[in-house]
């Protein structure tokens, strides 16, 4: 199935002109899931033409304000212009009492549902399933009580080749039985294999984003063989203690998970402001894990193009 | 003295892309007040070349997002670049229960110290106050409790001519009792009165702030006069009740406050996202009171050249 995602911004800490604090939008099927909503999301979101009344489920990683300081904007705003359909929100327990807060202050009661869901601190759990996707809280290592996301596609159940349907004579009430593997016992008793008469459905995709964290071992297993694992890099190597000190990685550390986990791309961001050229960034991740991208504002990866 | 207001957003409710929600920035004589804070502001400041550090103050008229969803990320950043002097923050009550609660859940002690100074709902008094300069609120009429804000140079002591120093050979210890107005008697024992020996120093300038309310003749006493008066003309004169029921006001309401308080220039603004082009409510606003400006993100305007 289509699966895109759009990266929105992804600095560190404090936004500048061009370069927006943490947020992105990944399209399974045209389910649009946001994960964080830094300062100015909402305006990002109309300037890459991404109707923001169809997001329906929000995933905050953690509560630092380059992660989640556009999300009351965003609440505020799907107000105004009508929204009546539900929205869902994850994340640590305190945002719910900030959001309340707001919301009280302005005295405006939402027209809305909002759900909270609050991710726990200690668990790692599904937060949202359905019959396409499951999207799971993973715990990472910052300075505060920090979550990472995995969105993993459902697999699919094969597809029936339309010749065998006529060479076989199969009817329609066994066509779900063999789709789920089954196989097919023809007129004459012959016993057909299922992967003569199916092949495999469209591959299914896998997503991590992590970020902020420092460099943790513990990822390497709950993200193996990922599609795409998006890994902050917010320091250049030569920055490892700082890395360490606040709970961030290195281009090196980043490219690292990767490797190890044996993921097929990793696309690193959360920048610190103080590098001007982020590509020296990239060449010290490549150097490390050949198949980096570099995030920035407006890139959209179509997950069904990505090398694999 | 110097005396420059800069609009860094002039829209209301929504923000867009182009058009940015309201927070102004005036510069009286290198003291830097910040008159509202929505969302995206911090990005405003440093697109326009201000630096947000030597802002001291900051005036919030109200508790709906477009007027303050960007305070906390600005206080937030002011603190990752390492401000270290006072910030003072003059608002209604609860928002300093908001940026309690979004510091607390980020684990963020300021490296600065934030001082809160709340806003009556019931009382007009002066919030700040220095030998230049003195910054009140008054009440406006809107749908939650919010705050106008007027400005007031104070008037500097006259200027000694610096031919009659000479003439009558004034000395030194004498220049501020004739620069604050009093006559000098000369050697001879003629008296020499102070306008002989001094001129008017630079007029003193002054300016009002009114957005959000409805038309509200109460503030016209307040305002009378003034240099500028910034009121918000959310909708256009067909939409006079629409205006009423959200406590919000028209062009002409704006244009007829201007009128009605004699002040000297008015300045539009917090236009519903629902305009695309704007001339036409200048246009509508000048009808009833010519010197009408549009506001507009980066519009600059010096007090010193104002037509008066």
Chains 1, 2 share one sequence.
């Not at 809305?112 to 599904?126: A, D, K, M, R």
């Not at 995709?205 to 420092?214: I, K, L, P, Q």
């Not at 490797?259 to 050229?277: C, D, E, P, T």
């Not at 995030?295 to 193009?305: C, P």
């Amino acid at each position: 199935m289509s699966f895109k995602l759009t990266i929105l911004g992804c600095n560190s800490a404090v936004p500048t002109v061009e370069r927006h604090p943490t947020a992105q939008l990944l399209n399974a099927n045209e389910r649009f899931f946001l994960i964080d909503c830094g300062e100015g999301t909402q305006v990002r979101l109309k300037e890459f033409q991404l109707n923001f009344q169809r997001i329906n489920h929000i995933f905050i990683s953690h509560l630092h304000g380059d992660h989640y300081f556009g999300l009351i904007g965003l609440i505020s705003s799907m107000h105004l212009l009508g929204r009546n359909k539900d929205l869902h929100i994850y994340a640590h327990q305190e945002l719910k009492s900030i959001i309340d807060l707001q919301l009280s202050a302005a005295n405006t009661e939402l027209n809305y549902p909002l759900f909270f869901h609050p991710i726990s601190e200690t668990n790692e759990q599904v937060l949202y399933e359905d019959e396409k996707i499951s999207i799971s809280n993973i715990i990472l290592n910052h300075t505060i009580k920090c979550s990472g996301f995995i969105f993993k596609e459902k697999k699919s159940p094969r597809k029936i080749i339309n010749v065998r349907i006529e060479e076989y004579n199969i009817p329609f009430d066994k066509y779900n039985g063999i789709k789920k593997g089954a196989d097919w016992i023809s007129d004459t008793g012959e016993i057909i294999k299922n992967n003569e008469i199916t092949v495999e459905n469209t591959p299914v995709h896998s997503y991590a984003f992590c970020t902020d964290t420092a460099y943790n071992e513990a990822l390497i297993d709950k993200i193996r063989g990922f599609d795409l694992l998006y890994h902050e890099a917010t320091f250049k190597k030569d920055l490892a203690d700082r890395a360490k000190e606040t709970g961030h990685s290195t281009t090196y550390e980043a490219a690292t998970m990767a490797k190890k986990s044996a993921v097929k791309n990793l696309l690193i961001g959360h920048f610190s402001q103080r590098y001007k050229i982020l590509d020296e960034l990239l060449i010290e991740a490549k150097d490390t894990f050949r198949n980096t991208l570099l995030a920035e504002s407006g890139l959209e990866l179509d997950f069904n193009k990505l090398p694999s």
